[in-house]
């Protein structure tokens, strides 16, 4: 499954992107150093055996341009992913095995990056370079039949607007009756546009802007402009950038405000631009530099930051952080995961997170309610 990795890498030179002449200039002032953890680890972990997912993974092949993914669906969590022929499959984690596997070509159009969300039987999807959203209905034999869909090509200025394919992070997220997908603008001085999402009305097919950029994001480049944003229990939203070193959590549209809370000392690395170009240097600053990764809810009562740490070389261990906030955005734990991770493959499970690891032989339940 080490292919799992290199597939990764044109969709990382796909995001060129952004505003701000050094992350770390945005933080420099602020003393930001590790913080102490004011609570003991707040989760247990319980390692489970997922041979029989790796095995339907490595006989079906896996098609990143579309992801992996996680839902519930009434007591049972599902796992699914599209084959390299262009099926969908649906495999039971409790039960260990495949319980679906229907045809999904005619949804799959040419080699587009897909952003999916699955909400209970519903799947919310986004063809990155069509531009256009659908929304389908899973029926009882898993085939989908289309509700409704929206033109994004219509939307203000959309013709110069390109959507962000996100291979780990939430391409996707939803609350009703929003779905907010991440956007940027051809046009404009490193794609930076007004705001950083499109928050799509489903009901009325409306089309909004949504979530500021950090101030610092548009002071010179930056070159992943990248993020994860959920949704709050009161409706705001929350937005963890890929090189932004604090939480933001903004408003709606009438009454926009900011909070911030800091995770640790920074560690990006500046983006040389001029070496844009140069194929092995995009490479070692993609492996080596600092990001992070995906922000999660955990029962609304804490929030999840994951941080892919720097390293010295590109041959060196991987290493992730996990940073944990109270609800109130407090930063009350932190610490460095101690097994490997494979980032397209971190989801919402039960009481908490489900980690994989790059084989997907084996997941890892972080209970935060044990």
């Known amino acids: 499954m080490n292919h799992f990795r290199t597939l990764l890498f044109p ?5 060129i992107l952004t505003a701000c002449k050094s992350a770390c200039d945005c933080y420099a002032d602020k003393g930001i150093g590790e913080k102490k953890n004011s609570m003991e680890q707040p989760w247990v972990v319980r390692e489970i055996n997922t041979e029989g997912l790796a095995a339907l993974v490595t006989k079906k092949k896996y098609n990143e341009l579309f992801g992996f993914h996680l839902f519930k669906k009434g007591q049972d969590y599902l796992f699914a992913f599209i084959s390299a022929e262009d099926s969908l499959i649906i495999y039971d984690l409790a039960n260990k095995k495949k319980i679906a596997e229907v045809g999904f070509k005619r949804i799959i159009k ?12 519903t799947l919310y999807f986004a063809d990155t370079w069509q531009k256009r959203y659908y929304r389908f209905i899973m029926q009882h034999d898993w085939e989908p039949r289309l509700l409704d869909s929206a033109d ?6 959309a013709e110069n607007c390109e959507l962000y394919p996100h291979l780990w992070g939430h391409g996707l997220t939803y609350r009703f009756p929003h779905l907010l997908i991440h956007y940027g603008t051809v046009n404009k001085k490193n794609y930076v546009d007004t705001k950083a999402y499109l928050k799509i009305n489903t009901v009325n097919k409306s089309i909004e802007k949504a979530v500021d950029y950090p101030d610092c994001y548009r002071c010179s480049f930056v070159y992943d402009n990248g993020g994860s944003v959920i949704f709050s229990d009161d409706g705001s939203i929350v937005c963890l950038f890929n090189q932004y070193d604090q939480l933001y959590l903004s408003g709606d549209e009438k009454t926009d405000r900011k909070s911030f809370s800091l995770i640790h000392k920074c560690g990006y690395w500046t983006f040389d631009k001029n070496s844009e170009q140069n194929l092995a240097y995009v490479r070692k600053y993609e492996a080596n530099g600092e990001r992070n990764m995906n922000l999660f809810n955990i029962a609304d009562s804490f929030y999840v930051a994951l ?3 720097s390293k010295p070389d590109i041959n060196s261990k991987n290493q992730t952080s996990i940073f ?14 101690s097994h490997s991770l494979f980032m397209p493959a971190i989801f919402n499970y039960k009481e908490g997170l489900l980690f994989f690891n790059d084989s997907v032989s084996r997941a890892y339940y972080y209970d935060f309610k044990e």
């Open 152 to 157: 994004i090509k219509g939307y203000e200025n």
């Open 110 to 121: 040419g080699r587009s990056y897909y952003n999916a969300l699955f909400v209970n039987d």
């Open 324 to 337: 944990v906030f109270d609800s109130s955005f407090n930063q009350i734990y932190s610490t460095v995961i």
């Open 11 to 15: 969709v990382l030179l796909a995001l």
């Open 307 to 309: 941080k892919h740490n």
